[in-house]
T-cell receptor, first 113, second 118 residues
Framework: QKEVEQNSGPLSVPEGAIASLNCTYS??????FFWYRQYSGKSPELIMF????GDKEDGRFTAQLNKASQYVSLLIRDSQPSDSATYLC?????????????FGTGTRLLVSP | DTGVSQDPRHKITKRGQNVTFRCDPI?????LYWYRQTLGQGPEFLTY????????KSRLLSDRFSAERPKGSFSTLEIQRTEQGDSAMYLC????????????????FGEGSRLTVL
């Protein structure tokens, strides 16, 4: 079982729609959760992090965490073509310790004009 | 300081040659990480330093790989006797340990060094 699982996609949404990206993790002791965006050929850039159960909003982005279900999601409202990228879910803490993050394989998002 | 910088950005080498990558972290950051990313995969942890001490190495890091951070500032990752399977993007990241508040785990990545082994 992979430690962090994501659907590889692509997830296709029209411009202006809500994109919903999902991630599950296996280490129940995980304590920190991150969403990174990666454009093709570029390095990952941090979008959001969340540590507590519930929702966390930042502009058009909302991260949702459910530790009981070992599930974290990212919602992108009013999706724009510039949001087209691969979104990486990363998990830290737990057995891996805070020292390193474990990444999923990423979900490719395509936003069509 | 504009962020984490890596050099070179691209390296093409022949199998069996040695290569070295350099990473300069964000100046106030005390932790430095190396990750490797292949096409279609997420970054995989290789090793990390706190100041000059190398605190953890992944099983992925064979004895052909060595990383150093001699003065707790920049770091180098050397790959000896390269193999075609070493072809990947090598990502460096840094973070700051907040002594009062603990480790948030937030990583800031450099642009990466892409290695192609022919």
């Amino acid at each position: 079982q992979k430690e962090v699982e994501q659907n590889s996609g692509p997830l296709s949404v029209p411009e202006g729609a809500i994109a919903s990206l999902n991630c599950t993790y296996s280490d129940r002791g995980s304590q920190s959760f991150f969403w990174y965006r990666q454009y093709s050929g570029k390095s990952p850039e941090l979008i959001m992090f969340i540590y507590s159960n519930g929702d966390k909003e930042d502009g058009r982005f909302t991260a949702q965490l459910n530790k009981a279900s070992q599930y974290v999601s990212l919602l992108i409202r009013d999706s724009q073509p510039s949001d087209s990228a691969t979104y990486l879910c990363a998990v830290g803490g737990g057995n891996t310790g805070f020292q390193k993050l474990v990444f999923g394989t990423g979900t490719r998002l395509l936003v069509s004009p | 300081d504009t962020g984490v910088s890596q050099d070179p950005r691209h390296k093409i080498t022949k199998r069996g040659q040695n290569v070295t990558f350099r990473c300069d972290p964000i100046s106030e950051h005390n932790r430095l990480y190396w990750y490797r990313q292949t096409l279609g995969q997420g970054p995989e942890f290789l090793t990390y330093f706190q100041n000059e001490a190398q605190l953890e190495k992944s099983r992925l890091l064979s004895d052909r790989f060595s990383a150093e951070r001699p003065k707790g500032s920049f770091s180098t990752l050397e790959i000896q006797r390269t193999e075609q399977g070493d072809s990947a993007m090598y990502l460096c990241a840094s973070s700051l340990i907040r002594l009062a508040g603990g480790d948030t785990g937030e990583l800031f990545f450099g642009e990466g060094s892409r290695l192609t082994v022919l």
